[in-house]
């Protein structure tokens, strides 16, 4: 089977202070069908255009594998406050409640990092969960 990885690289936001921990997150999205995903690729549009606006943001980075369905995404934010401030704000909130009964699997880790750590990836970051 032919496996197509789209990698989106790390887009920084802010250049931490190697002494610095942060928080990250890595997270999983795998749709229930194939006609889900064309409204999860809108979606991470509208939600990219909310992280550049987002205060205590690091920077983020996105893999996807269309053909089975399966979307990743690590960040590292400067608090967990500031992340949480993300999750609960729209259209972050709005598209994954849209989202939750369309989803075979979906999950979302945190884990500590510190500034030196920065760039991260997501092979990286779901060694740490």
Do not use: C
Request: proline residues 5%; without cysteine; aromatic residues 12%.
């Amino acid at each position: 089977m032919i496996t197509y990885t789209m990698e989106f690289a790390w887009q920084s936001f802010v250049e931490p202070d190697p002494e610095s921990e942060l928080q990250g997150v890595v997270g999983y999205l795998q749709p229930s069908r194939y006609r889900t995903v064309p409204r999860v690729l809108w979606h991470t549009r509208e939600i990219e255009a909310q992280l550049a606006e987002s205060g205590g943001l690091v920077g983020y980075a996105l893999r996807a594998k269309l053909p089975q369905k399966k979307f990743w995404a690590v960040a590292a934010w400067e608090s967990d406050e500031s992340l949480q401030r993300f999750v609960e704000s729209d259209p972050h909130a709005e598209i994954r409640t849209t989202l939750e009964r369309a989803m075979k699997e979906s999950w979302f880790q945190r884990f500590d990092v510190s500034g030196e750590e920065v760039p991260l990836n997501v092979d990286e970051a779901l060694e740490r969960v």
